[in-house]
């Protein structure tokens, strides 16, 4: 029982060490202002023409392939909009996505839809977002 699995465990990990860790990837997740590329913490629904969501990923396998989900909700907690696109991680381990909502000429603006919008970055289908964000619409 234990002994011929204590045996098999040792055998799989190179005797007494213990197996490294897997690596998480690290992420993060920005709304930003689509004129000056800076990430922002609120805007201004009466003057606003769009909005971009920007996520990133450190610490992924070279060469891997991965899907991201991008989800902005109202402050209600609505589902507003979503973002499925698929990358391969680069040389550096490093990947980013982005995307960008219209805000100008849409519900948002139309109904003066204020208050803190928030959103989620999944990394392959992943239940719990790798990264939260929000924003205040004014």
Known sequence: ???VGQVVQA???GGDRIPAAPVVPAA???FLDTETGAPTASVAVDTAFEIA?????TG???GSAHSATLIIYTPSGAKYQAWTTSFTVGRDRTAAVAAVMPVAGTFIS???MVGTWTATASLDG???PSAQAAVSFY
Do not use: D, I, M, V
Request: proline share 0%; net charge negative.
């Open 1 to 3: 029982g234990a002994e």
């Open 11 to 13: 055998a799989k990990t």
């Open 28 to 30: 993060e997740l920005n």
């Open 53 to 57: 969501l920007q996520a990133s990923w």
């Open 60 to 62: 992924l396998e070279r």
């Open 110 to 112: 139309e109904y003066h």
């Open 126 to 128: 992943a239940a719990t």
